[in-house]
């Protein structure tokens, strides 16, 4: 018998009801200030990071630098610069069911995701996901 709630659930559990909470008042100048925290904290944690890098994967830091750091930071500032066309409604055009009306689509927020990463790219390929997932659970 559990005595103690496990941790991932109740990480989970938080993170659901914080996402219900902002999912309505979560709009454009709030998504870019969120990716520019992230890039802040990316930054700031650049050695270690490297250094983390270099003790698991016997990485050298140009190499982690390039393939890992540089390429999370520019994912960041692509998502930014086209963050208000992705939140943009998608016109779209009638079916023969539908014809006299109109359809927009209209991405709506979907909650919490997990990112799993592979060990090869642990940083870079755990952030990517996050960036992408950030950009449209936003939108």
């Known amino acids: 018998m559990l005595l103690t709630p496990d941790p991932i659930l109740a990480a989970f559990t938080a993170q659901k009801a914080r996402v219900a909470e902002r999912r309505r008042s979560f709009g454009l100048a709030e998504r870019r200030a ?6 802040g904290a990316i ?8 250094a983390a890098c270099a003790a698991d994967l016997g990485r050298p830091e140009a190499e982690t630098i390039l393939i890992e750091y540089l390429t999370v930071l520019q ?24 014809l006299g009306s109109s359809a927009r689509i209209e991405v709506q927020a979907r ?4 990112v799993i990463a592979p060990w090869n790219l642990p940083f870079g ?15």
């Open 125 to 139: 390929l755990a952030m990517g996901p996050v960036i992408s997932a950030l950009r449209r659970v936003m939108r």
């Open 75 to 98: 994912d960041i500032r692509h998502a930014s610069r086209h963050l208000r066309r992705w939140m943009r409604p998608r016109w779209v055009a009638p079916t023969l069911a539908s």
């Open 111 to 114: 909650g919490v995701c997990l």
């Open 43 to 50: 930054r700031n944690n650049e050695a270690a990071l490297v």
């Open 34 to 39: 969120v990716l520019q925290k992230l890039a």
